[in-house]
C-alpha cells in the first residue's frame, strides 16, 4: 500500500468546506465572558495616568486590566528579547499598543466600559526612520533604538573590490507587509490558582506555554495551551502574541475571556519588517563575482519581536545562491514607532532577494551577459560549501533555475526596452530570481504513534494545522511506513497537555523534522509487530515482512489486529512507538546548521501598460526542490500560495505610515491578491531527487516559493522597458513615474 508520493485528498479537507471545523472563535467555554482591548492613539507618549474606576462599576463588566493590576505577574515577553508589556507600562511606542482591556458579559458592556477608562498622555517626539533612530541624539524608544545587529564577514572585501573591474552600488527598499491571516488572532484564556488553560491562535503553542509558566509563576505542568484549526499563520501567529493578555484580565475577571480580534487590531499586533538595502558587488568583465558587502537597515517596529532573527537571516540570505570568495554584511533591526514587526514567512529572504536579485541584473546588463548564464556562472553547486562552517548544499539550483527558464521561454538575446510595440501601449518581458535560505530551525521533535487493537493508528504531534496540511502528511508518513490506509489513521496535534514536544511550526520543518519522528514512531511499532509475529511463527525476523496490515511469513499472514490481542491476551491493549528527533539523533547528521537548504526560484512573463503603468503577469513560474512530494498537490498548493504572497508585496501590499498614524489598517485600503491577479498560467515545478533529510527523502517547502517574486518581475519590467525600479511595491502609480522620468517628462 502506498500513499507516499500521491495526491491524496487531505483529511481535514470535508470539515473545513462544510463548516464543521472548529476554530478558536467558535468554541463556547462554559462561563466564558469577552473581552476587548484599549488602544493607544498616539504612536509614542508617555502614560501619566489611567484611571478605571468608571468602567469597574459598570454593571456586566467582569474585569479591567491596567498597569495597576499586574501585580504577581511578570508583564514582559518576547521570543528574543523580553521587551513588550501585556498591556502599557511606563509609555506607548506604537498607535495602536494596548494600554487596557474590559472583561464583560458581552461585547457591548466590554465596548462601553473601555469608553469610560480615563488615560492621560504625555506625546513624545517621534521615530519613524531607521537610519535617522541610529543618530546620536535621537528621541529613545528603549535604552537604544538598536534593536539587534549581526555581522557576517568572510575574505577580505576591500582586496576583492581592488581585483574587480566593475564594482556596483545600488539602494532597494522593501515595505512593511501585513500577513493577512484569514482568522485573526483569537485567544481564550483561563486562569486559576491551579494553573492556565488556554485556546489560542498559535504556531507554537509549547513556546507560548513556556512563557505564560514564566510570566503567571507557574510549572510547565500547569500551563496548557491547544490550538484547534488555525485559520493562517505565515509567521504572524509565531511565538507568543495575546496569549498573556487573554490570561492576565481572565485571572482578574475571575472567569475565563476570549479576546478575538479584529482586521483592524491585527493590523496593529504584527507585520512584516521593512528594509533599506545597500549593495555593493565586484564583479571581473566576464561576470564571475569577487566581493559583496552589504548593509541592511530593517524597520522592527515598537518592540523585537523575532528582530533579532530576522535581522540574522537577512544578512545571511543576501548572498544570495551563489559563490563569494569574500562576503562583508551588518544587518541591523532597528526600533521605531510603529507596529512591531515579527516572523513572516521565509524571514528575510524577500528582502534579501529584492536587493541581492535585483542588482545580479544590474551587472548582467551593464556587462552584457545574459541574466540566465550570469547565475548559473556563479551559483553554488550540490556539496559545496554554501557558507563558511554551514552543511553542504544537498540539492541543485542550477538545475532549478534552467527549468524555470525554460518553462517562461527565456531566451538573453532580447536587448532591454526593445520588446514591440503594435500600437496598444503594451510592451512584455521576461524576468528571473533565485535565492537560497538555510532552514528547518531547531531540530528538536517527538511524536508518538499508537496502535490500537483493530490495527488502527492514532498519531500524536505537536505540530500546528495552519492550512499547509500537515496532519495529512503526518498520516501519509504513517500510513505508507506501516501499510495501513489512511483511513485508518487519525492525526491529533497542538494540545500540550496530550501531544509530545515539538519546538515550532514554521521555518519549512514540519514535514522534514515531524515527519520524521513520525516515521521513527512508526518505524518502532513496526519492530513491535516483527518481535511478535516472530514469536507467533517460531521464526527469525529476517523471514517476515509487512504488507497492508499483515505480517506476512512465506504463504503464512497474520493481522496487526491478532498479533495485539495475542499478546495482550483478548480485545484489549495497544502497541505504541516514540519518535524522538534531535541534533543527535540519525546518526547526528541533523547537528549541523540547517536542517537543509531551501532554494526559492522564480521566473516572470510581464506585460506592462506604458500609458498606465498597470503590471499583468500572463506566466509565472516557481520551482520548488522538495527531495520527495509526500503529497504533490499539497505541495504545489503551498508553493502557489507562497508565490501569490510574493506579487502581493511585488505588485501593491504596503502598510502606509503618516506622521506615526496606520492609514489603511483594513482590506478596503489595504490590498491583497485576489483572483483578479492571478497570473494567467500559475505554474509550479517540482524537484524531487530524494536528497531531503526527512522521510523519504522530503524536505520542507513553502518559503521559497514567496522569495523571488520581486525580483523577477522587477527584472522583466525592465527587460521589457529598460527602466529599473529599486523600490517595492510595483504599483501603477510609481511604474508610471518611473516611465515618466526615463522620458524625461518629470
Given at each position: 500500500?502506498?500513499?507516499?508520493?500521491?495526491?491524496?485528498?487531505?483529511?481535514?479537507?470535508?470539515?473545513?468546506?462544510?463548516?464543521?471545523?472548529?476554530y478558536?472563535?467558535?468554541?463556547?467555554?462554559?462561563?466564558?465572558?469577552?473581552?476587548?482591548?484599549?488602544?493607544s492613539?498616539?504612536?509614542?507618549?508617555?502614560?501619566?495616568?489611567?484611571?478605571?474606576?468608571?468602567?469597574?462599576?459598570?454593571?456586566?463588566?467582569?474585569?479591567?486590566?491596567?498597569?495597576?493590576?499586574?501585580?504577581?505577574?511578570?508583564?514582559?515577553?518576547?521570543?528574543?528579547?523580553?521587551?513588550?508589556?501585556i498591556?502599557?507600562?511606563?509609555?506607548?511606542?506604537?498607535?495602536?499598543?494596548?494600554?487596557?482591556?474590559?472583561?464583560?458579559?458581552?461585547?457591548?458592556?466590554?465596548?462601553?466600559?473601555?469608553?469610560?477608562?480615563?488615560?492621560e498622555?504625555?506625546?513624545?517626539?517621534?521615530?519613524?526612520?531607521?537610519?535617522?533612530?541610529?543618530?546620536?541624539?535621537?528621541?529613545?524608544?528603549?535604552?537604544?533604538?538598536?534593536?539587534?545587529?549581526?555581522?557576517?564577514d568572510?575574505?577580505d572585501?576591500?582586496?576583492?573590490?581592488?581585483?574587480?573591474?566593475?564594482?556596483?552600488?545600488?539602494?532597494?527598499?522593501?515595505?512593511?507587509?501585513?500577513?493577512?491571516?484569514?482568522?485573526?488572532?483569537?485567544?481564550i484564556?483561563?486562569?486559576?490558582?491551579?494553573?492556565?488553560?488556554?485556546?489560542?491562535?498559535?504556531?507554537?503553542?509549547?513556546?507560548?506555554?513556556?512563557?505564560?509558566?514564566?510570566?503567571?509563576?507557574?510549572?510547565?505542568?500547569?500551563v496548557?495551551?491547544?490550538?484547534?484549526?488555525?485559520?493562517g499563520?505565515?509567521?504572524?501567529?509565531?511565538?507568543?502574541?495575546?496569549?498573556?493578555?487573554?490570561?492576565?484580565?481572565?485571572?482578574?475577571?475571575?472567569?475565563?475571556?476570549r479576546?478575538?480580534?479584529?482586521?483592524?487590531?491585527?493590523?496593529?499586533?504584527?507585520?512584516?519588517?521593512?528594509?533599506?538595502?545597500?549593495?555593493?558587488?565586484g564583479?571581473?568583465?566576464?561576470?564571475?563575482?569577487?566581493?559583496r558587502?552589504?548593509?541592511?537597515?530593517?524597520?522592527?517596529?515598537?518592540?523585537?519581536?523575532?528582530?533579532?532573527?530576522?535581522?540574522?537571516?537577512?544578512?545571511?540570505?543576501?548572498?544570495?545562491?551563489?559563490?563569494?570568495?569574500?562576503?562583508?554584511?551588518?544587518?541591523?533591526?532597528?526600533?521605531?514607532?510603529?507596529?512591531?514587526?515579527?516572523?513572516?514567512r521565509?524571514?528575510g529572504?524577500?528582502?534579501?532577494?529584492?536587493?541581492?536579485?535585483?542588482?545580479?541584473?544590474?551587472?548582467?546588463h551593464?556587462?552584457?551577459?545574459?541574466?540566465?548564464?550570469?547565475?548559473?556562472?556563479?551559483?553554488?553547486?550540490?556539496?559545496?560549501?554554501?557558507?563558511?562552517?554551514?552543511?553542504?548544499?544537498?540539492?541543485?539550483?542550477?538545475?532549478?533555475?534552467?527549468?524555470?527558464?525554460?518553462?517562461?521561454?527565456?531566451?538573453?538575446?532580447?536587448?532591454?526596452?526593445?520588446?514591440?510595440?503594435?500600437?496598444?501601449?503594451?510592451?512584455?518581458?521576461?524576468?528571473?530570481?533565485?535565492?537560497?535560505?538555510?532552514?528547518?530551525?531547531?531540530?528538536?521533535?517527538?511524536?508518538?504513534?499508537?496502535?490500537?487493537?483493530d490495527?488502527?493508528?492514532?498519531?500524536?504531534?505537536?505540530?500546528?494545522e495552519?492550512?499547509?496540511?500537515?496532519?495529512?502528511?503526518?498520516?501519509?508518513?504513517a500510513?505508507?511506513?506501516?501499510?495501513?490506509?489512511?483511513a485508518s489513521?487519525d492525526?491529533?496535534s497542538?494540545d500540550t497537555?496530550?501531544?509530545?514536544?515539538?519546538?515550532?511550526?514554521?521555518?519549512?520543518?514540519?514535514?522534514t523534522l515531524?515527519?520524521?519522528?513520525?516515521?521513527?514512531?512508526?518505524?518502532?511499532?513496526?519492530?513491535?509487530?516483527?518481535?511478535?509475529?516472530?514469536?507467533?511463527f517460531?521464526s527469525p525476523?529476517?523471514?517476515?515482512?509487512?504488507?497492508?496490515?499483515?505480517?506476512?511469513r512465506?504463504?503464512?499472514?497474520?493481522?496487526?489486529?491478532?498479533?495485539?490481542?495475542?499478546?495482550?491476551?483478548?480485545?484489549?491493549?495497544?502497541?505504541?512507538?516514540?519518535?524522538?528527533?534531535?541534533?543527535?539523533?540519525?546518526?547526528?547528521?541533523?547537528?549541523?546548521?540547517?536542517?537543509?537548504?531551501?532554494v526559492?526560484?522564480?521566473a516572470?512573463?510581464?506585460?506592462?501598460?506604458?500609458?498606465?503603468?498597470?503590471?499583468?503577469?500572463?506566466?509565472?513560474?516557481?520551482?520548488?526542490?522538495?527531495g520527495?512530494?509526500?503529497?504533490?498537490q499539497?505541495?504545489?498548493?503551498?508553493?502557489?500560495?507562497?508565490?501569490?504572497?510574493?506579487?502581493?508585496?511585488?505588485?501593491?501590499?504596503?502598510?502606509?505610515?503618516?506622521?506615526?498614524?496606520?492609514?489603511?489598517?483594513?482590506?478596503?485600503?489595504?490590498?491583497?491578491?485576489?483572483f483578479?491577479?492571478?497570473?494567467?498560467?500559475?505554474e509550479?515545478?517540482?524537484?524531487?531527487?530524494?536528497?531531503?533529510?526527512?522521510?523519504?527523502g522530503?524536505?520542507?517547502?513553502?518559503e521559497?516559493?514567496?522569495?523571488?517574486?520581486?525580483?523577477?518581475?522587477?527584472?522583466?519590467?525592465?527587460?521589457?522597458?529598460?527602466?529599473?525600479i529599486?523600490?517595492?511595491?510595483?504599483?501603477?502609480?510609481?511604474?508610471?513615474?518611473?516611465?515618466r522620468?526615463?522620458?524625461?517628462?518629470?
Amino acid at each position: 500500500m502506498t500513499t507516499v508520493g500521491k495526491p491524496v485528498p487531505r483529511i481535514d479537507a470535508l470539515d473545513k468546506v462544510t463548516g464543521r471545523a472548529a476554530y478558536v472563535g467558535d468554541l463556547e467555554i462554559p462561563g466564558m465572558v469577552h473581552g476587548l482591548i484599549l488602544r493607544s492613539p498616539w504612536p509614542h507618549a508617555r502614560v501619566v495616568s489611567i484611571d478605571s474606576t468608571e468602567a469597574e462599576r459598570l454593571p456586566g463588566v467582569l474585569g479591567v486590566l491596567t498597569r495597576d493590576h499586574l501585580g504577581g505577574i511578570d508583564p514582559y515577553f518576547g521570543s528574543v528579547v523580553r521587551d513588550r508589556p501585556i498591556v502599557a507600562m511606563d509609555k506607548v511606542r506604537y498607535q495602536g499598543e494596548p494600554v487596557a482591556a474590559v472583561a464583560a458579559r458581552d461585547l457591548a458592556t466590554a465596548q462601553e466600559a473601555l469608553e469610560l477608562i480615563r488615560v492621560e498622555y504625555e506625546e513624545l517626539p517621534l521615530v519613524s526612520d531607521t537610519e535617522e533612530a541610529l543618530v546620536p541624539g535621537s528621541p529613545a524608544l528603549h535604552e537604544t533604538n538598536l534593536c539587534a545587529e549581526h555581522h557576517y564577514d568572510w575574505g577580505d572585501v576591500e582586496e576583492g573590490f581592488a581585483q574587480s573591474d566593475r564594482v556596483f552600488e545600488d539602494t532597494f527598499t522593501f515595505p512593511m507587509v501585513y500577513h493577512y491571516a484569514p482568522e485573526p488572532h483569537t485567544s481564550i484564556g483561563h486562569y486559576t490558582n491551579q494553573g492556565i488553560t488556554v485556546w489560542s491562535t498559535a504556531q507554537h503553542p509549547f513556546l507560548v506555554r513556556g512563557d505564560l509558566a514564566r510570566m503567571f509563576g507557574f510549572s510547565l505542568h500547569q500551563v496548557r495551551i491547544i490550538v484547534p484549526y488555525l485559520g493562517g499563520g505565515f509567521g504572524s501567529k509565531s511565538y507568543t502574541k495575546m496569549e498573556p493578555l487573554a490570561v492576565a484580565l481572565s485571572k482578574v475577571a475571575g472567569r475565563p475571556v476570549r479576546l478575538a480580534l479584529s482586521v483592524e487590531e491585527a493590523f496593529k499586533t504584527v507585520r512584516r519588517h521593512a528594509a533599506r538595502l545597500t549593495v555593493k558587488t565586484g564583479v571581473k568583465l566576464d561576470g564571475t563575482f569577487v566581493a559583496r558587502e552589504c548593509l541592511i537597515y530593517l524597520d522592527t517596529g515598537a518592540y523585537a519581536d523575532n528582530g533579532p532573527l530576522v535581522a540574522g537571516r537577512a544578512g545571511e540570505r543576501i548572498a544570495g545562491p551563489y559563490r563569494w570568495p569574500s562576503l562583508k554584511v551588518s544587518s541591523s533591526a532597528v526600533y521605531t514607532n510603529s507596529t512591531p514587526a515579527g516572523s513572516f514567512r521565509s524571514i528575510g529572504a524577500p528582502q534579501a532577494a529584492w536587493a541581492s536579485e535585483s542588482q545580479v541584473d544590474i551587472i548582467a546588463h551593464d556587462l552584457g551577459i545574459d541574466p540566465l548564464e550570469i547565475r548559473l556562472k556563479n551559483m553554488v553547486a550540490q556539496g559545496e560549501e554554501v557558507r563558511k562552517g554551514r552543511r553542504p548544499l544537498e540539492g541543485d539550483p542550477a538545475a532549478g533555475l534552467r527549468l524555470a527558464a525554460q518553462a517562461v521561454g527565456w531566451s538573453g538575446k532580447e536587448e532591454p526596452g526593445a520588446t514591440e510595440n503594435d500600437g496598444t501601449g503594451l510592451v512584455t518581458g521576461k524576468g528571473l530570481g533565485c535565492n537560497l535560505s538555510g532552514v528547518g530551525s531547531s531540530p528538536t521533535s517527538t511524536a508518538l504513534v499508537r496502535m490500537h487493537v483493530d490495527g488502527t493508528l492514532t498519531v500524536l504531534v505537536g505540530t500546528t494545522e495552519l492550512g499547509q496540511g500537515s496532519r495529512s502528511a503526518m498520516a501519509q508518513v504513517a500510513s505508507e511506513e506501516l501499510t495501513v490506509p489512511m483511513a485508518s489513521v487519525d492525526v491529533i496535534s497542538s494540545d500540550t497537555s496530550i501531544v509530545p514536544y515539538d519546538r515550532s511550526t514554521g521555518s519549512s520543518r514540519s514535514t522534514t523534522l515531524m515527519g520524521l519522528a513520525v516515521q521513527d514512531g512508526a518505524i518502532e511499532v513496526k519492530d513491535q509487530l516483527l518481535e511478535l509475529a516472530a514469536l507467533h511463527f517460531e521464526s527469525p525476523i529476517e523471514e517476515l515482512s509487512i504488507e497492508e496490515g499483515q505480517v506476512v511469513r512465506q504463504e503464512e499472514s497474520i493481522s496487526f489486529s491478532q498479533l495485539i490481542q495475542e499478546e495482550f491476551g483478548g480485545v484489549a491493549g495497544e502497541l505504541m512507538g516514540r519518535g524522538y528527533v534531535t541534533p543527535r539523533s540519525h546518526g547526528g547528521r541533523l547537528a549541523q546548521s540547517p536542517v537543509f537548504w531551501e532554494v526559492g526560484i522564480s521566473a516572470a512573463e510581464v506585460e506592462l501598460d506604458l500609458e498606465t503603468g498597470a503590471i499583468r503577469i500572463p506566466h509565472y513560474v516557481s520551482v520548488a526542490d522538495v527531495g520527495k512530494a509526500i503529497n504533490p498537490q499539497q505541495c504545489e498548493g503551498q508553493d502557489e500560495g507562497a508565490a501569490m504572497q510574493g506579487l502581493g508585496h511585488t505588485l501593491f501590499e504596503e502598510m502606509l505610515y503618516e506622521d506615526g498614524q496606520l492609514l489603511n489598517p483594513n482590506l478596503i485600503d489595504y490590498k491583497v491578491p485576489t483572483f483578479a491577479e492571478l497570473p494567467d498560467k500559475l505554474e509550479t515545478i517540482l524537484i524531487e531527487n530524494g536528497d531531503g533529510p526527512g522521510p523519504f527523502g522530503s524536505k520542507g517547502l513553502g518559503e521559497g516559493g514567496i522569495v523571488a517574486a520581486g525580483p523577477a518581475v522587477a527584472n522583466a519590467i525592465f527587460r521589457a522597458t529598460g527602466v529599473r525600479i529599486k523600490e517595492l511595491p510595483l504599483t501603477p502609480e510609481r511604474v508610471w513615474r518611473a516611465l515618466r522620468r526615463a522620458r524625461g517628462q518629470d
